[in-house]
């Protein structure tokens, strides 16, 4: 099964072609060292950073081609759900609705992951064995958060992804905990830069079968979403 992966939630955006060959285990391009114990190269994977915005057609076509695959072979999309740019991940969750409206839902499986998870992936496929804090801003002052103990044979979520200030990550980092995330060097000294990868994504998508239907991908949005309710007009008569 060919996946397509689409990862926009960070200011590095990408697409990857990954394909699973079965029993949760995946195909690797000729690139791929034999016997590597790292997580092993992608069919394809384009990269772009820098932008305002996703070039997303053009990257899935240059996807698709350097993976030399059509279409019509990609059997599933996989779309990193954030935290991170509601703007990118909005575009990946509307070319996946795209793809399987067109293509139908009985040829194209949708499946959603947190780029959080994607992130802490990243890590472990680095060499980062630690306690680490996912951490991806969230504007207002605060950021989202997520705790993992990352270890040479994988990763176990210590806690769950919230909303905190900068001033308790602060105190973490202070107290030794490694804060990782795309661009969290920019505002934490010591923070280790791990973007998401949309190869990553596709290696996360391999067995999972919680598929969803496109129309029911939303972004993972922690904060509560407070309506003003607009006052009656004035009676003028």
Known sequence: ??????????????????????????????????????????????????????????????ALRQAQAEREQ????????????????????AVAQGWQLTAGQERVRVLGISSAECIVSQACDERLVDRVSVVIDAQR?????????????????????????????????KAGERL?????????????QVFPRAATLGHLAIGRTDFVPGEKLEPIYLRETNFVKTPPGRNRT
Request: contains cysteine.
């Open 74 to 93: 990609i059997e599933c999309l996989a779309v990193g759900l954030g935290p991170g740019s509601y703007h990118g991940i909005r575009l990946a969750i």
């Open 141 to 173: 002052g605060e950021f989202y958060v997520a705790t993992y103990d990352v270890t040479s044979q994988g990763w176990r979520e210590i806690e769950p992804l919230h909303v905190t200030t900068y001033a308790n990550l602060l105190r973490r980092q």
């Open 1 to 62: 099964m060919k996946i397509l992966a689409l990862e926009f939630s960070s200011p590095q955006r990408s697409v990857a072609v990954v394909e699973s060959i079965g029993d949760g285990r995946w195909a690797m391009s000729d690139s791929s060292s034999p016997g590597a114990q790292q997580c092993p190269s992608p069919l394809s994977e384009v990269v772009e950073t820098g932008s305002l915005g996703a070039n997303a057609i053009g990257m899935i076509e240059a």
């Open 180 to 192: 990782i995330g795309p661009d969290v060097s920019k505002r934490f000294e010591e923070g280790w």
